[in-house]
């Protein structure tokens, strides 16, 4: 709790250009939440360096994505947005808690086995203990809530797991947090592949919407979209590019796949494509306006960062000393 409300808590990587899957499934309902909560809002750069980036590149990209989070609706007066990296207690955390998580566990997760085989010349220590990290993000607020897409829920299982055990050694240290699912988008699947999730690092752009395409871009890609040759618009499983389709068409509309088989009954599926595409454009483009504006204000953006750095880096401070004394760490001389 801080100042008698709950704490919410989430990231993003700033690798790759994000997707609608990541729009849909973790930053609309970040903004929906955030009157709800006390909110931290990351942009994890440390996840990043899991996998080899371009330094020039890689800060670009976190800067974008810290503007990002804003032009999609979150207040930086009320949400602490900030850069994992410029708070160190996530690193210092994740050690100590490194030292309650079992290979076994680690071994487990099915994100790093995927990672694993994509980056065969980069194992990397920091990709296996990459979900210890995600616990510290999550635990270091003490946060009641992490609304995340649904590839993320294993890793939300492993924090709750790592807390519990903490907490039975030396006592109610840590919030056991809850995932947040939204009802529509939680899993936005590959146009080209419906069989696989919505990617930024996929090699075929037709496959994801960025959030910076244009409408007529959009517009092709749904165009393009694979479906099936049952000709008709169902929510149902042997039709997964149609479901994708409506779930995309639901996320973006408030409406139910009942409504949105009720009103393509009959029709094309030309016509409920063009209506997909027509829908995400009217989502995607008010974020593209705001973040075009918010570019050109350095300043503003500057001072977000650094006030909202000072806020994350005193609630961190506040549990991070809680947990040192409870190992058994001296205790600092001011
Ligand atoms: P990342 O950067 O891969 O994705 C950010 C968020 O987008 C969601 N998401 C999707 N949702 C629906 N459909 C999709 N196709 C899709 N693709 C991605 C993800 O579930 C996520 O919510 N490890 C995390 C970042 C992270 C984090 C944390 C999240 C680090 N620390 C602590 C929550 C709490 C990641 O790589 O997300």
């Given amino acids: 709790m801080i100042d008698g409300n709950k704490v919410l808590f989430s990231g993003m990587q700033a690798t790759g250009t994000l997707t609608l899957g990541n729009y849909l499934g973790a930053l609309k309902n970040w903004v929906t939440l955030s009157d709800e909560y006390q909110c931290f809002y990351s942009v994890v750069d440390l996840h990043s360096i899991t996998v080899r980036?371009?330094?020039?590149?890689?800060?670009?990209?976190?800067?974008?994505?810290?503007?990002?989070?804003?032009?999609?609706?979150?207040?930086?007066?009320?949400?602490?947005?900030y850069y994992q990296s410029q708070v160190s207690g996530h690193a210092e955390l994740s050690w100590i808690l490194n030292c309650f998580t079992y290979m076994g566990e680690l071994n487990r997760m099915t994100q790093y086995k995927d990672k694993a085989a994509k980056h065969a010349d980069n194992i990397n220590a920091g990709l296996f203990t990459?979900?210890?990290?995600?616990?510290?993000?999550?635990?270091?607020?003490?946060?009641?809530?992490?609304?995340?897409?649904?590839?993320?829920?294993?890793?939300?299982?492993?924090?709750?797991?790592?807390?519990?055990?903490f907490n039975a050694i030396y006592g109610d240290v840590f919030t056991i947090p809850e995932p947040?699912?939204?009802?529509?988008?939680?899993?936005?699947?590959?146009?080209?592949?419906?069989?696989?999730k919505m990617s930024k690092s996929d090699e075929n752009a037709n496959a994801s919407i960025y959030l910076m395409d244009d409408?007529?871009?959009i517009i092709r890609k749904f165009k393009r979209a694979v479906t099936d040759s049952e000709a008709c618009v169902r929510y149902r499983?042997?039709?997964?590019g149609i479901c994708n389709l409506i779930d995309i068409y639901c996320a973006?509309?408030?409406?139910?796949?009942?409504?949105?088989?009720?009103e393509f009954d009959g029709k094309g599926y030309g016509d409920f494509k063009l209506a997909v595409g027509e829908a995400v454009v009217d989502v995607l483009?008010?974020?593209?306006?705001?973040f075009a504006d918010l570019c050109k204000d350095k300043a503003y953006i500057d001072g977000i960062i650094k006030t909202n750095a000072e806020k994350a880096n005193y609630y961190a401070t506040k549990?991070?000393?809680?947990?040192?004394?409870k190992v058994g760490f001296p205790e600092r001389i001011r």
């Fill in 237 to 240: 499983e042997e039709q997964p």
């Fill in 285 to 290: 483009k008010p974020v593209q306006e705001r």
């Fill in 252 to 262: 973006c509309t408030g409406k139910t796949p009942e409504e949105v088989e009720k």
């Fill in 180 to 196: 947040y699912i939204g009802k529509a988008g939680a899993k936005i699947m590959s146009l080209q592949d419906p069989s696989k």
């Fill in 215 to 217: 409408p007529d871009t």
């Fill in 53 to 81: 980036q371009d330094p020039a590149e890689l800060r670009k990209r976190a800067r974008n994505l810290l503007t990002l989070y804003i032009a999609a609706g979150l207040d930086p007066e009320k949400n602490c947005i």
């Fill in 319 to 325: 549990t991070l000393r809680k947990v040192q004394k």
């Fill in 130 to 165: 990459y979900p210890v990290l995600m616990a510290a993000d999550i635990l270091l607020y003490q946060s009641d809530v992490v609304p995340v897409g649904k590839d993320q829920l294993q890793h939300l299982e492993i924090t709750r797991d790592i807390a519990q055990r």
